[in-house]
């Protein structure tokens, strides 16, 4: 399969904003922190605790007065959409809306790909298009004239054209994505993951559920092999627009790629176990050294690394040995990106971690971090959701559930209104197991990912990761139709 022509990218364009952020300053600082489980741990004893690294991007306001070609980096998208015959009627009327909103927010540097499919993939942009007014005029009456429910579903072969769309180009922009959405599932359960395998390692693969028939499990397995995208349950015909609109916020907000968290401890401190959705290096622990990686990050985003470190026993010292042992520097991280409206690497000045090792310990020093708490339970909620999706039984799946809304109120951080949002949404019952489980795996992934999609009023919890920047785009969206 190969796009039937090339729209190049604008390279002169894109050598106009980076001379332009170059000169301006700009940049996309990600701010690093760290922290420990405890501020010390008693020298005489080995231990086992937990650590975290948090990163911060900016919110990023854009002035009126911004020139609109610099104003944010080009993106590449296709999207992959059903046309199968369960799609007729206000699902395909409300599909075609947002198709049509999503090329109205794109400029003439960025370029758009439309694949539909049933039973048969159709290429209905004809390969990528540059978002000027003629090739959006075009590409709307396709949308509106050519894009019919039609036969069964093969989501197969609508992912693979639009895998080749992006291998075939010889240009790119910086920010590439792919967006899927369907509302049923295959006439026979399949493996797609030979096909997401080719997907480019900086293409992001977003996948929506529409209704009640998708199949949310497969959804999610592309999301996560189509380098740790999004998946996204839609449950009402109004939420299609407002799905792609927070998606769409997300690309068009891109800040940082090809991240590299450098977390390196010294002497016989080793990690013992990471507890990230991300990939890491080496996967065989534990080690001194630990590398996590991460596609992208968009403005006003954060993400929080937690791994669990071995604390050796050391010698005991003397009296005036200890002072030094007070201010211990026992590691340090340091984080480096490319920074894509720029076109620059950078890197971040080392973080340290400090551990207090001594043989008398004040309370203080041995009180559980709450920041590292809070965000053991997000991660064990992850966890506790992901079994509970894996679990066929219905009634042993809300055990697993109910379980850790037990450990919730037993932990440091249980008050939290965060955590109370856990609870809150652990403990909802749902009308039938498919919202059940739909639901679930849209929150488990945003709670694993730290990255915000839309949410149902039954998933209050996830509302927290959405950015500012996806609620004005929602906002916009929604105003559009009115």
């Known amino acids: ?48 605790i937990y650590g975290l690294v948090s990163l911060q991007t900016p919110f990023y306001r854009q002035s009126s007065k911004t020139n609109k070609l610099s104003s944010r980096v080009p993106i590449d998208l296709v999207c992959v959409v059903d046309q199968s015959a369960s799609m007729s009627g206000a699902k395909m009327f409300l599909l075609k809306k947002t198709l049509v909103y999503i090329t109205e927010q794109l400029t003439d540097l960025d370029r758009l790909a439309i694949v539909s499919f049933d039973n ?19 590409l709307n009456m396709v949308i509106n004239d050519e894009i019919e429910d039609g036969f069964s579903t093969n989501i197969g072969c609508g992912l693979e054209m639009a895998i080749e769309l992006f291998r075939s180009h010889d240009t790119k922009n910086p ?43 497969l959804l999610v397995q592309l999301a996560e092999q189509g380098n740790n995208g999004t998946f996204t349950f839609i449950d009402t015909d109004d939420a299609v627009g407002p799905a792609f609109a927070i998606a769409l916020a997300g690309l068009l907000t891109c800040v940082a790629q090809n991240i590299r968290v450098n977390i390196e401890f010294y002497g016989d401190y080793k990690v013992t176990h990471a507890h990230s959705a991300y990939t890491y290096e080496p996967e065989q622990l534990p080690s001194s050294k630990i590398t996590f990686k991460l596609n992208n990050l968009n403005a006003d985003e954060k993400r929080n690394l937690m791994f669990q470190l071995q604390v050796p026993e050391i010698e005991d010292k003397s009296s005036s040995q200890n002072q030094s042992i007070l201010n211990h520097v026992i590691g340090h991280v340091s984080v480096v990106y490319d920074d894509p409206k720029r076109n620059l690497r950078f890197a971040t000045r080392p973080g340290p971690f400090h551990l207090i090792r001594a043989s008398n310990l004040s309370a203080d020093d041995l009180q559980v971090n709450y920041q590292i708490d809070l965000q053991r339970n997000r991660i064990e909620t992850t966890l506790a959701l992901r079994q509970a999706m894996d679990e066929q039984d219905y009634g042993r799946s809300l055990e697993l559930l109910k379980a850790q809304v037990k450990n919730i109120k037993s932990s440091v951080s249980g008050e939290d209104p965060f955590c109370q949002q856990l609870i809150k949404d652990l403990e909802y019952r749902y ?52």
């Open 431 to 482: 009308p039938n197991e498919h919202a059940y489980r739909s639901t679930n795996y849209n929150i488990c992934r945003q709670h694993a990912t730290e990255r915000g999609t839309y949410s149902s009023v039954t998933s209050s919890s996830a509302k927290v990761y959405n950015s500012v920047h996806q609620f004005h785009q929602m906002d916009h969206f929604q105003s559009q139709r009115e």
């Open 1 to 48: 399969i190969s796009a039937s022509r090339k729209d190049f990218v604008d390279k002169t364009n894109l050598q106009e904003i980076t001379a332009q952020a170059v000169s301006t300053g700009q940049t996309a600082t990600i701010t690093v922190s760290t922290m420990l489980e405890f501020k010390g741990q008693l020298s005489q004893r080995q231990s086992n």
């Open 175 to 217: 920010v590439r994505a792919l967006f899927l959405l369907t509302d049923g599932k295959d006439d026979e359960p399949q493996d797609y993951s030979h096909i997401i395998r080719r997907l480019p390692q900086d293409v992001v693969c977003h996948t929506f559920g529409y209704g009640a028939d998708h199949a949310a499990s």
């Open 120 to 138: 048969h993939a159709y290429d209905r942009s004809h390969g990528f298009l540059q978002m000027n007014e003629r090739n959006k005029y075009k």
